[in-house]
């Protein structure tokens, strides 16, 4: 499991975002289990993520309407299988707009470009 905290903070709004080697719908359950058994996580306002898998795409908003196709997109755009990728977003108080799909986007962007990295 990859996390990158503390990566994008806007108007009182923080971001990061964290990954990892997902192939299903339980491996994805399993994944955000683990990653909100650290408390700062469980307490998030949206852990948005997606996943291609072999078996098709996985994602889930959590109530940042549209996010998780944001991330899904990117990667499908990059061709990443099998592996699950979460946004996490603790809410500040004041409404971002349009400018909460280009946060998504600058953390999966982190996170690829980190994963490549390695």
């Known amino acids: 499991m990859l996390v990158l905290e503390n990566i994008i903070s806007d108007r009182g709004s923080r971001y990061a975002v964290s990954g990892g080697a997902c192939a299903s719908a339980n491996e994805a359950a399993a994944f955000l289990k683990e990653l909100k058994r650290r408390k700062k996580f469980s307490k998030a306002t949206h852990n948005t993520w997606a996943c291609l898998t072999s078996g098709g795409p996985l ?3 959590d109530g940042e309407s549209g996010a998780g196709m944001v991330i899904l997109r ?19 108080g004041k409404h971002l707009g349009g400018d909460r799909f280009r946060h998504v986007q600058d953390a999966v962007r982190l996170y690829l470009d980190t994963l490549a990295e390695k």
């Not at 990117?74 to 500040?92: A, F, K, P, S």
């Open 74 to 92: 990117m990667l499908e755009r990059e061709c990443v299988i099998d592996q699950i990728i979460v946004v996490t977003r603790w809410y500040g």
């Open 59 to 61: 994602k889930n908003d």
